[in-house]
């Protein structure tokens, strides 16, 4: 493999028979963070879902080089999206091997990440008693263990604390260094100091 890059060219995105954005165009490679930002309903969150493969796209190409080709470009990201889909009757630590092992050695264990996202000593807990910003953070973590090189992530300071936002920025950094690309969807700022932007405009009624 390569060094990994996403092309978005042309991108129009439909929803409910309403086009949603059109004539989108960005370009992120390997180390590189794209912050995306515009108003309510603009369609970022749509964006991410159409990268990660969830959506179709109506019309415009997304091109991946350097990756697996044997792989679409969703199977190779991470979509971090507003649902943080725990199953709250397992303990924390249950959660999380449960992701360890489908996501296959990571060379990190479910312990050392929950650890890095604050959350190590609630392990024992269910998840049904953890906080809104816990269960983020839990949510986090399942980042650490699935190794994929694309990060989508939308809103992902949402219910963090500042310590939380400021462990997320590690493992941003850490993502892009080890040659990962991120494109986040964010109303505020990251904690991340370089970053690329796209500005979606007002939802388009077609
Ligand atoms: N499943 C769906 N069916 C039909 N329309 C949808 C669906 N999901 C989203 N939409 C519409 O697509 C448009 C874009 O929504 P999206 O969630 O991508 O916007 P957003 O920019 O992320 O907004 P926000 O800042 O409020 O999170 C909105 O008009 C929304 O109503």
């Known amino acids: 493999m390569g060094d990994l890059a996403i092309e978005g060219r042309g991108l129009v995105c439909d929803r409910g028979g309403r086009r949603v954005f059109a004539g989108v165009d960005f370009d992120v490679a390997a180390g590189e963070a794209l912050v995306v930002t515009g108003p309510n309903g603009a369609g970022k969150s749509s964006l991410l879902r159409t990268i990660a493969g969830l959506i179709e796209l109506a019309g415009g190409t997304l091109e991946l080089t350097g990756g697996d080709p044997e792989l679409s470009l969703g199977a190779h990201c991470h979509y971090f999206g507003h649902e943080n889909a725990l199953k709250t009757q397992l303990t924390v630590r249950e959660n999380l ?34 906080s809104a910003g816990q269960r983020r953070r839990l949510a986090l973590a399942r980042l650490v263990v699935s190794h994929r090189p694309v990060w989508l992530l939308d809103e992902p300071t949402a219910a963090l604390d500042v310590a939380s936002e400021a462990r997320l920025g590690e493992l941003m950094a850490a993502h892009l260094l080890a040659d990962g690309l991120i494109i986040a969807v964010t109303h505020g700022a990251l904690p991340l100091a370089e970053t690329k932007s796209l500005k979606l405009g007002e939802a388009r009624v077609a």
């Open 97 to 130: 091997e449960f992701w360890h092992r489908y996501y296959g050695d990571c060379g990190v264990s479910v312990l050392e990440a929950l650890d890095r996202v604050g959350i190590g000593h609630l392990d024992h807990l269910p998840a049904a008693v953890l």
